[in-house]
């Protein structure tokens, strides 16, 4: 089966970097976990006020349909898209 990383990083909106940190620690890894994903790493860099992730999945489906899910859950769901307000710039590398 092959492994998908995805590189993630988030530019965070000036003064919001350690709270959405807590949020990422607390609510989205355990979110992330539930349907099969690993976490391979997460950085901040203070003086950019970014963040930097890596999220991996390796199993029969491919990363995209896991992600799928993932948004899907009742948990991602009732979260809404309240993370949205801590960033001003988002890129990835599926």
Not at 9 to 28: F, K, M, P, Q
Not at 53 to 78: D, H, M
Request: proline share 6%.
């Amino acid at each position: 089966m092959p492994r998908t990383t995805q590189l993630r990083t988030y530019t965070v909106r000036a003064g919001l970097l350690d709270e959405w940190v807590e949020r990422w620690r607390s609510r989205i890894v355990p979110l992330h976990l539930a349907p099969g994903f690993e976490i391979g790493g997460a950085w901040v860099d203070r003086e950019s006020n970014q963040f930097v992730r890596l999220v991996s999945y390796e199993g029969p489906e491919t990363f995209a349909e896991r992600n799928a899910l993932y948004w899907a859950s009742p948990e991602r769901k009732a979260m809404g898209l309240g993370c949205v307000g801590f960033f001003g710039v988002l890129a990835h590398i599926p």
